[in-house]
């Protein structure tokens, strides 16, 4: 499995982006995913999840009502829409199965940076 995350970079606070995760390598219609991230010195944390047909969807606390989390079964891809971004939005974004699997590696994560 290959989790390949993208659609980061600079944006400045109350702006938006999307960001994408293709897995390659393996289905994923019937599995539950993520997104996580972490910020510089920072452990990674959960920000939101979706179940394997896309109609249970759940947000941390700090992103809920900003950021929306959707999928693409057939395209195996993952994808976080984030509005109203602000400067402690700003992490490495990654994506996995929630929970995350041992068997597939995390990918190279995508940056997220919000300037004030």
């Known amino acids: 499995v290959q989790l390949v995350e993208s659609g980061g970079g600079l944006v400045q606070a109350g702006e938006s982006m999307k960001l994408s995760c293709v897995v390659s390598?393996?289905?994923?219609?019937?599995?539950?995913m993520a997104w996580f991230r972490q910020a510089p010195g920072k452990e990674r944390e959960f920000v939101a999840a979706?179940?394997?047909?896309?109609?249970?969807?759940n947000y941390a606390d700090s992103v809920k009502g900003r950021f929306t989390i959707s999928r693409d079964n057939i395209k195996r891809t993952l994808y976080l829409q984030m509005n109203s971004l602000k400067p402690e939005d700003t992490a490495d974004y990654y994506c996995?199965?929630?929970?995350?699997?041992?068997?597939?590696?995390w990918g190279q994560g995508t940056q997220v940076t919000v300037s004030s």
């Open positions: 996995n199965s929630n929970p995350p699997r041992l068997d597939w590696p």
């Open positions: 390598r393996t289905a994923i219609s019937r599995t539950p």
């Open positions: 979706i179940s394997p047909s896309g109609g249970g969807t």
